[in-house]
């Protein structure tokens, strides 16, 4: 079989992301004609439509969405295995993918430290803003939630994944909480993935909250920070907060905790594992954070 030159194939990939051929022709500087050519050749090879074209619309069929998380892999596997290529009578480059907030309440702090003693080593740090549940193609290392390793992956827990209500202490000053109703008399700050956090957090005590109102963000940084500065009180992860509780700008006002069910894990391709670089970082990670709380 004649497999489709990967011209076709990158063209194909950069249309569906953007869902617009004009799009595409814009970041591959080409016609919109030129796509579309491409995309008809493309279809026309494989015998199988990859769009549903529409007067003023453009959407992948059943088989472009396949195809597309099939052609993204293999994009990303050769974009790796081609970097690992050029350096491999120089620097080694390992690559991380970590959610946001993982990366600047933990890793961060250390990162100097493994750096040091890893001199001949580089770290490509991909903080990932939508939940991470999957090893990536483009990563040699994943720190993710709730993990279900696909074959030829191992997967290590670090973690399980709490919460608890927090303030900082001018808050506290300014508008004491010593019970549970008195968070009513308080501006609640959720995140965006848990809009139903405090509920959660409230069922099992057997109590309803009706806060003076509600700030919601789309990062758990975001919450946290806003927590710090006295906007609310904020469900912050106990794990991932825990430097703030120990530095005292963030203040746990309860023990009763949110157990989400969800852990943190490291999830790393048996292929990548054998290499000397990832053994280094995946050791230190499981050093420094299995079992951090």
Known sequence: MRLPSLKFLKTFQVAATHQSFKAAAEELFVTPSAVSHQIKALEEQLGIALFERGPHSLALTEAGRSYLQHVETVFARLEAVTEQLQIRHGRSVVRLHIPPFFATELLLPRLPKFL????DTDIHINTVLAPLAVHGADADLSIVVGAAPESGQSCHKLFSQTFVPACSP????????????????????????????????????????????????????????????????????????????????????????????????????????????????????????????
């Not at 000053?173 to 965006?192: A, F, G, K, M, S």
């Not at 710090?228 to 963030?250: D, I, K, N, W």
Request: aromatic fraction near 8%.
């Open 170 to 293: 001018t808050l506290l000053q300014r508008v004491p909480i010593d019970t549970v109703d008195d968070l009513n008399r308080h501006t609640l700050i959720t995140h965006e993935a848990r809009r139903d956090g405090w509920q959660r957090w409230a069922e099992p005590l057997g109590i309803e909250l009706h806060p003076k109102k509600l700030v919601r963000f789309d990062t758990m940084y975001a919450a946290a920070h806003a927590a710090e500065h006295g906007v609310g009180v904020a469900l912050v992860s106990a794990p991932l907060g825990h430097e703030r509780f120990m530095q005292g700008t963030l203040v746990k006002l309860f023990d009763a905790e949110l157990h989400t069910g969800e852990s943190y894990f490291l999830v790393v391709r048996n292929e990548d594992a054998v290499r000397a670089d990832v053994c280094a970082l995946k050791q230190w990670i499981l050093e420094q954070f299995t079992a951090v709380a």
């Open 116 to 119: 040091d003693s890893q001199p």
